[in-house]
């Protein structure tokens, strides 16, 4: 279908936003929103690397183990008391969560936690807008100069990073 729009689009002289406008004016809103598909992927896209970043920068603060693999990492922090991390070798008897009359089935992960009170500062519902998260922010701020600093270099410098995280990935194999 790309290949088709491009095509088509080089051959009547116009660009993806007006080339279904050109051959069929009642299709002329379907441009538009293609381009706001487009804008609104891109955001989503944006979201998920700055969680990345997140999440990158979170682990690099907490070598040589990951912040979210135990429940007390957390404590007064995201942990709950309904947090309980199974693979930490604690027996649910002994937790906090069976202390405060938790159900097994009623407790989560550590990662549940650390994603729901520390990513995304999960609130009680719509009607609790909450604050912004300047963390998030400013991963946000470094995923978007990141995507701009790639796209303004062009593409074509692409192979030189592919090359050089091939080469790496081979020499750790080896």
């Not at 937790?95 to 938790?102: E, G, R």
Request: glycine share 10%; charged share 15%; proline share 3%.
């Amino acid at each position: 279908m790309f290949f088709l729009e491009v095509s088509v689009g080089q051959y009547l002289g116009v660009g993806g936003m007006s080339v279904v406008g050109q051959l069929a004016p009642i299709f002329k809103g379907v441009g538009y929103s293609a381009i706001m598909m487009v804008f609104l992927e891109n955001v989503y896209y944006i979201i998920v690397i700055t969680w990345t970043l997140f999440y990158l920068f979170n682990t690099f603060m907490d070598l040589p183990s990951l912040p979210w693999s135990d429940c007390s990492k957390g404590n007064g922090t995201w942990a709950t008391v309904s947090c309980w991390a199974p693979e930490s070798g604690i027996p649910y008897a002994e937790s906090v969560a069976a202390m405060h009359n938790i159900s097994e089935a009623d407790t989560e992960t550590a990662v549940e936690q650390f994603w729901k009170n520390e990513v995304l500062h999960a609130s009680g519902g719509i009607e609790e807008i909450g604050e912004v998260q300047w963390d998030l922010f400013i991963c946000l701020i470094v995923a978007w100069a990141l995507v701009y600093g790639f796209i303004w270099k062009g593409l074509h410098n692409s192979g030189k990073v592919r090359t050089g995280t091939s080469c790496t990935r081979i020499s750790n194999t080896t």
